[in-house]
């Protein structure tokens, strides 16, 4: 779930209400996006857009279950790193990882030095290279909802969903790890499983 715009400072662009904020470059945006340039690329560019391909999900998982705890802006900000640390998120790469390269990452400070997210990303690598391919993509996506209600509010956007209660669920089953609902309802809303964007946002279509 993206995060409250209340608590990100006062903002600097006009409100057009507290859901939407109206930018420098006139477009309506949901207002979690505040006045950051990055965070506005990401609104317009891959906020809700539907993701697929096991490598792109494995690498959303990944990021999700560092940003547990944390704001999104900053897994957004270390993304880059995180990509060059983690060679692409390629889960047969990152699945031969060993004790050498968790204490590599552990002293880098471009990325969120947890032991645990770091093992939780290598693990879940070896069990997404157990799987055939195209099976990651199709498992996470068949937990997408056939409908789901577009929030008129930033109040009604929910942090967990049944269906991201599920997801959790099946994926903890098969031994993933940092894969929470609220997590997972995070990373459905980013995967454009569902579309959270409220209304007045310009990516209302």
């Not at 903890?172 to 995967?191: D, E, I, N, W």
Request: hydrophobic share 40%; with cysteine.
């Amino acid at each position: 779930m993206p995060p409250d715009p209340t608590s990100a400072g006062e903002p600097r662009l006009a409100r057009v209400s507290t859901d939407v904020r109206l930018g420098a470059d006139g477009r309506a945006r949901c207002a979690w996006v505040g006045d950051d340039p990055e965070y506005a690329r990401y609104h317009d560019e891959e906020w809700g857009v539907p993701l697929h391909g096991d490598r792109a999900l494995f690498e959303k998982m990944s990021l999700e279950g560092f940003q547990a705890g944390l704001s999104w802006i900053t897994i957004l900000r270390k993304r880059p790193r995180f990509r060059e640390v983690f060679a692409g998120f390629e889960p047969e790469t990152v699945a031969a990882f060993g004790e050498d390269d968790i204490a590599r990452l552990m002293t880098d400070a471009g990325i969120i030095r947890n032991r645990a997210k770091i093992e939780a990303t290598i693990s879940n690598a070896r069990l997404v290279l157990g799987l055939e391919p195209g099976e990651l993509d199709a498992f996470m996506w068949s937990f997408a909802p056939v409908a789901h209600r577009r929030p008129a509010t930033f109040a009604e956007v929910p942090a967990i969903t049944p269906e991201a209660q599920a997801m959790s669920k099946a994926l903890r089953k098969r031994g993933f790890r940092f894969v929470g609902p609220t997590t997972m309802y995070a990373l459905m809303q980013s995967a454009g499983m569902v579309d959270d964007h409220v209304d007045g946002c310009w990516r209302v279509g």
